[in-house]
């Protein structure tokens, strides 16, 4: 064991690491301080056995190919386990905690042969912020532990402020590949699919994870920890642990106004959190691209920060024209995990700009324009500092985060959804919330472009019943009372008959933005529809926009016909719930169909 094992005086957090490596069998024990100094010798030590390729363009930049199995979030293999069935409710997979423990105890017997246990150290949230939890990863992967470096506060410091007998959330991994004497690594060590395991029990705060290495399924501070734990514990403490970006727009006058958005993965969050206005006076910054935790202040407000240190994104798609401060955020000190690579050492993907006449693909495979495959997988990441964001803004890593004027929900809908509506109180916000849907994305592993509901962008990361999540929205609002959030859903990608994207997007969508801003500040008007209250079109800033007014029109028009035929899939949704489902989430859904006629 190295020196630091020594400074932990966590009788508890010693007990469990001594149990996990004897039940584990590891070769060594280390423990992480998160120093540049453990960084560079993991990355160099990764370098050399052929994990990992540095980046000549990018300093201090490194990229990863997975094993081709092991790509994305896997839902399938995801758990939620109580006792009790009805506590993960019907949106989770559910095993008891005796049958999966057995299972997965008889997994991580002698899992980490032949490799290194690190224990890493980590908060989410300032370091000894009112709003920060503490957790501790054991994983046999380097990987899992320079991407905690970037992703998460790691540090000795952590361990101080645990102190004797501090509370932690216990997380537990493995990539589930032990090695026989003289047995040669492969680069990306896993399990197959069906001995991936990716368990929760939320009632002890505990994570336990096998077989994968990769982000959401590995990283066990981000959707483990701060959605699908988080959220129970948010739940029990009456705070939200939630799926949401925040940034913060100053308009001309100075005002700030902060805002949250949940949509599902690979919809945007990213983009929108680091919007370049297009509207003249207005600024944004960026504090969080994945995850929010929201508390009600002693002003009665509620506050938002975000708990990652980094930013865990999709690299195709990102570019200089679409998000460019993501791609001045990926410059140096970046892990990139499968993207392509060019004859000049950098990487590439889809939608970067021009392709390069010949790379190796995310497979190790040579790759041409020509290829029939992309170059990078869909969901290739990038993990960047936070702190590299040049928009980052100054209060990022307030303790007691920055006030929320404005809550956002949105998805991916070719059709139906308008560019964006106002719901008309809290408790239709949450029903527009809790009835989102979006066509699915590469970020799970799974079919792409089908329709589903999922609430609050919530479906993969709540940690319980999704009915008592509803009702937990609702009790947040009535504690909040006039004091809530204003709540509006958007939809960026409401395509033409011809298959065209009909917005702009990306920086233009700051029009749609200070139209909520200015309903905020009792400014903007809307007009009342069935579904909400819309934007007429002089209601928004259009000024310099190169949009056909008819275009404008038709994305700010409610067709009841098209909403009326998404009712049955709204009720057989919220069938699912059984009598979980909240009383004001069925009624919600009576009124609108009154509305609708
Ligand atoms: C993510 C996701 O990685 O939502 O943020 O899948
Ligand atoms: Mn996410």
Same mark, same amino acid.
């Given at each position: 064991m190295n020196s630091s094992s020594a400074e932990c005086k966590h009788a508890k957090l010693n007990q469990w690491v001594k149990e996990m490596a004897e039940t584990c069998g590891p070769k060594d024990i280390h423990w992480c301080d998160g120093s540049k100094a453990e960084y560079d010798r993991l990355m160099k030590e990764m370098v050399a056995s052929g994990a990992t390729l540095p980046l000549?363009?990018? $300093?201090n930049c490194f990229h990863f190919r997975s094993? $081709?199995?092991?790509?994305?979030?896997v839902e399938d293999r995801t758990f939620i386990s109580y006792p009790e069935e009805i506590e993960a409710g019907p949106t989770n997979n559910w095993m008891h905690p005796d049958q999966l423990k057995a299972t997965m105890r008889d997994l991580y017997?002698? @899992?980490?042969?032949g490799r290194t246990m690190y224990i890493i150290p980590f908060s989410? *949230?300032?370091?000894? !912020?009112?709003?920060s939890k503490i957790g501790i990863e054991i994983t046999d992967s380097p990987y899992v532990v320079c991407n905690m470096h970037t992703m998460t506060r790691v540090s000795t410091k952590v361990l101080e402020v645990l102190g004797a007998d501090g509370e932690y959330i216990p997380c537990m991994h493995s990539v589930g590949a032990p090695l026989e004497p003289g047995q040669k690594d492969v680069p990306w060590p896993c399990a197959p699919i069906e001995q991936k395991y990716i368990s929760h029990f939320p009632e002890e705060n505990l994570i336990w994870s096998y077989g994968s290495g990769y982000g959401g399924n590995a990283l066990? *501070?981000?959707? @483990?920890? =701060?959605?699908r734990i988080a959220s129970a514990m948010a739940r029990r403490e009456g705070w939200m642990a939630e799926h949401m970006l925040i940034l913060r727009l100053t308009s001309p006058e100075g005002r700030q106004f902060h805002i949250t958005g949940a949509f599902p993965s690979a919809c945007g969050k990213t983009n929108l959190a680091m919007i370049q206005p297009t509207i003249p006076g207005w600024k944004a910054e960026c504090i969080g691209d994945d995850i929010a935790w929201l508390k009600i202040g002693p002003d009665g407000r509620l506050y938002a920060i975000n708990? %990652?240190?980094g930013f865990f994104g999709?690299?195709?798609? &990102? =570019?200089y024209d679409t998000n460019p401060m993501a791609m001045e955020s990926i410059k140096e000190n970046c892990i990139f995990t499968n993207c392509a690579v060019t004859d000049d050492s950098d990487v590439w993907w889809e939608g970067m700009g021009p392709a390069p006449a010949h790379a190796i693909d995310w497979k190790n495979k040579d790759w041409t324009p020509?290829? %029939?495959?992309? =170059?990078?997988?869909?969901n290739a990441r990038f993990t960047a500092?936070?702190?590299? @964001? $040049?928009?980052?803004?100054?209060?990022?890593?307030? $303790? %007691?985060g920055v006030p929320i004027d404005i809550f956002i929900f949105g998805g991916r809908r *070719?059709?139906?959804?308008?560019l964006v509506y106002e719901a008309l109180n809290w408790d239709h916000g949450v029903f527009l919330g809790s009835t989102a849907a979006s066509e699915t994305t590469a970020a799970n592993i799974g079919a792409v472009g089908n329709l589903r509901r999922d609430p609050f962008a919530m479906l993969p990361f709540c940690g319980y019943n999704m009915g008592d999540y509803f009702q937990h929205w609702f009790e947040m609002g009535d504690r909040l009372g006039d004091k809530a959030p204003k709540i509006f859903y958007v939809n960026w990608f409401r395509k033409s008959? +011809? !298959?065209?994207?009909m917005w702009p997007g990306f920086g233009e969508n700051s029009r749609v933005l200070k139209w909520m801003c200015e309903r905020v500040a009792g400014k903007a008007g809307a007009a009342d529809t069935a579904i909400g209250k819309l934007p007429k079109? +002089?209601?928004?800033? &259009? !000024? !310099?926009?190169?949009?056909d007014p008819a275009t404008l029109k038709e994305l700010l028009t409610v067709k009841p016909a098209d909403w009326k035929a998404e009712l049955p899939d709204m009720e057989a949704h919220f069938a699912k719930? *059984?009598?979980?489902?909240p009383p004001r989430l069925a009624k919600q859904l009576d009124e609108l169909k009154k509305r609708l006629g």
């Open positions: 000549a363009k990018r $300093p094993d $081709p199995s092991d790509v994305a979030r017997k002698d @899992c980490m042969k989410m *949230g300032p370091i000894g !912020g009112p709003l066990l *501070g981000k959707k @483990c920890l =701060a959605l708990p %990652e240190a999709v690299a195709p798609g &990102t =570019a020509q290829s %029939e495959t992309p =170059a990078a997988h869909p500092p936070a702190a590299q @964001c $040049p928009m980052i803004s100054s209060d990022w890593e307030k $303790p %007691e *070719g059709s139906v959804v308008p008959p +011809e !298959g065209k994207f079109p +002089e209601d928004m800033d &259009t !000024g !310099g926009l190169n949009l719930f *059984g009598d979980r489902l």
